[in-house]
Structures are given as structure tokens and as C-alpha cells.
T-cell receptor
Framework: RKEVEQDPGPFNVPEGATVAFNCTYS??????FFWYRQDCRKEPKLLMS???SGNEDGRFTAQLNRASQYISLLIRDSKLSDSATYLCVVNRGGTASKLTFGTGTRLQVTL | EAQVTQNPRYLITVTGKKLTVTCSQN?????MSWYRQDPGLGLRQIYYSMNVEVTDKGDVPEGYKVSRKEKRNFPLILESPSPNQTSLYFC?????????????FGPGTRLTVT
């Protein structure tokens, strides 16, 4: 089983739709969780961290479920500019050295 | 402007010809790391460094070397490149803060080994 698993997609949604991605992780000792966004052939960039209580940043909401070992990302009112690959990232330990990246979920928002 | 730079951005080379990919950051970050990204495999860590003269292996270190003689620079060295090292390489840096570790990535180096 992969340490971090994501549905690769693609998720094709119309502009304005709400879309949700899940990501499961296998290491119950994982401590920090993130969503990164990667545009085609570009570097990943932090979208948001995921807190235990859940957190929201504009149209984006992230949730963590430690019992079931998954994190989720909800995007409301999708824009064309949201088209990208979304990477789930898990910090396996207490230092920055042990980040594991999922393979990403591709989102395509269409007119 | 805060950034991570990598050079070269694109490189085509032949098997066995030593090469170095440079990485530099201007944010005074302690932590730096190299990743490779391959289709279906995601980003995998090659080596990381927690500070000057402190380096350690990541998940896929075979065939690579690194050094950290200065805080801002973290070059990746391929002593004898092979075709299976054809990949997209990213350098990243971050602060060593407990809790949140936002990684700042360089623009990537696309390496082809023939």
C-alpha cells in the first residue's frame, strides 16, 4: 500500500461547480498535512495546510480525519484558473525531512 | 524577491558524463531538499539537508550526491548519469519550524540522459 494515495482523476467539472478530493495516508504517526497545487510542468506551491479542526481559505476547505486516516480538499465555485494537479502531502515525522507526496489529482474546470 | 533558483532548467546529456545541477535560495532557510518527479510516482525525495554540512538520504538516493557547504546552496551531483535518472528534478527549501513546513520549490530541471 502506498504511504499516500490519491485518485489521479482527471476530475472534469464545469465552472461554478463544487468538487472534492480525498487523500488517504497509511502512517498513523503522521503529524502534518498539506495540499499543494502544481500547474503543468511547473513547481508545486503550497495551497493550504490542513489543521485538525479543519480550515477554510476563501473557496477552499480542508478537513482531516485522523481516525480514518484521510484528508480532503473541497473547492467551491470552481474557476477555470483552478485547473491544476492537487498534491496531498504528509509529514511522517517531527521534522521537515520526512515529507511524502501523493501522485496528485488532476482537476480540469471547463466553461 | 524570495525565491529558489535552479540551473540549468533543461539538460540533455549522455550516459556516464558527470553533471551538477545547482540550487540556491535567498530566504536564509536551514532546510533544503532535492526531489525527482516521474509520471505515476509523484515527487520522491533524493537527499535533504537540515543545515550547513548536514545532509542525509531521502527515499531514492542511489546514483546521486549532494553537498551543503553554504547555507544558500545545495547542488545535486550525478557522478555517472544513467537513462533511469531521466526525470524532472525540483529543489526545495523551508524553515525548520515545528509544525508547519511550507516547502518553497525551484522551477525544476528537466534532465534527459541518453
Amino acid at each position: 500500500r502506498k504511504e499516500v494515495e490519491q485518485d489521479p482523476g482527471p476530475f472534469n467539472v464545469p465552472e461554478g461547480a463544487t468538487v472534492a478530493f480525498n487523500c488517504t495516508y497509511s502512517n498513523s504517526a503522521s503529524q502534518s498535512f498539506f495540499w499543494y497545487r502544481q500547474d503543468c510542468r511547473k513547481e508545486p506551491k503550497l495551497l493550504m495546510s490542513v489543521y485538525s479542526s479543519g480550515n477554510e481559505d476563501g473557496r477552499f476547505t480542508a478537513q482531516l480525519n485522523r481516525a480514518s486516516q484521510y484528508i480532503s480538499l473541497l473547492i467551491r465555485d470552481s474557476k477555470l484558473s483552478d485547473s491544476a494537479t492537487y498534491l496531498c502531502v504528509v509529514n511522517r515525522g517531527g521534522t521537515a525531512s520526512k515529507l511524502t507526496f501523493g501522485t496528485g489529482t488532476r482537476l480540469q474546470v471547463t466553461l | 524577491e524570495a525565491q529558489v533558483t535552479q540551473n540549468p532548467r533543461y539538460l540533455i546529456t549522455v550516459t556516464g558524463k558527470k553533471l551538477t545541477v545547482t540550487c540556491s535560495q535567498n530566504m536564509n532557510h536551514e532546510y533544503m531538499s532535492w526531489y525527482r518527479q516521474d509520471p505515476g510516482l509523484g515527487l520522491r525525495q533524493i537527499y535533504y539537508s537540515m543545515n550547513v554540512e548536514v545532509t542525509d538520504k531521502g527515499d531514492v538516493p542511489e546514483g546521486y550526491k549532494v553537498s551543503r557547504k553554504e547555507k544558500r546552496n545545495f547542488p545535486l551531483i550525478l557522478e555517472s548519469p544513467s537513462p533511469n535518472q531521466t526525470s524532472l528534478y525540483f529543489c526545495a527549501s523551508s524553515l525548520m519550524l515545528a509544525g508547519l513546513y511550507e516547502q518553497y520549490f525551484g522551477p525544476g530541471t528537466r534532465l534527459t540522459v541518453t
